[in-house]
């Protein structure tokens, strides 16, 4: 192949992607196509929302703190939102964590290596400042962990926080 064939083929190529490229771009976006993800808003498009202290129901010191930690780190990381002190908030976050406990899990020690399955369960409102309209309540929110190489409730009641923090975000967010 000499050269002149060469720079030939490359001009017909060059000019069908000039011709189809505009075409595709045309074509996706002309069908309602979008980049998923982005900051999903509030319920009742409030613009801010503060937390309640969370209240601790459980026999386990400072678990109260880590899901009050948690939900914020995660509110946090939604720029639609914004978290200020709850007397000044459009949306109040109510979380109360009633009961944390283990089982076994009914496996023998050949199937599960800790036998353990650790719970977390409380209730979850959202109430309207300004109206004191109660918008969402879930009275049995539960998360569960299965004990992993002897990390005990220490261990495991931080990640039961992050679960029981990561499961409001999801139903506030993407289930209400």
Request: charged share 20%; proline share 3%.
């Amino acid at each position: 192949m000499n050269k002149s064939n060469i720079l030939f083929a490359w001009r017909i190529f060059s000019k069908q992607i000039d011709f189809f490229f505009p075409v595709l771009i045309l074509f996706v976006a002309g069908c309602g196509y979008s980049i998923m993800g982005g900051n999903p808003p509030l319920p009742m498009e409030a613009k801010s929302i503060g937390i309640q202290p969370v209240e601790n129901h459980t026999f386990v010191a400072g678990l109260d703190t880590k899901t009050n930690a948690e939900i914020k780190n995660l509110l946090e990381t939604n720029a639609s939102v914004e978290i200020v002190p709850a007397a000044k908030a459009d949306l109040q976050l109510t979380i109360s964590l009633n009961e944390i406990r283990s089982k076994t899990s009914g496996l023998d020690s050949l199937q599960s290596a800790g036998g353990l399955v650790f719970f977390l369960s409380g209730s979850v409102e959202l109430n309207q400042r300004v109206e004191g309209e109660m918008i969402w309540i879930e009275k049995n929110l539960s998360v569960e962990v299965a004990e992993g190489n002897s990390n005990g409730l220490a261990t495991n009641s931080l990640e039961l926080s992050q679960l029981f923090a990561e499961k409001i975000y999801h139903r506030l967010f993407l289930e209400f």
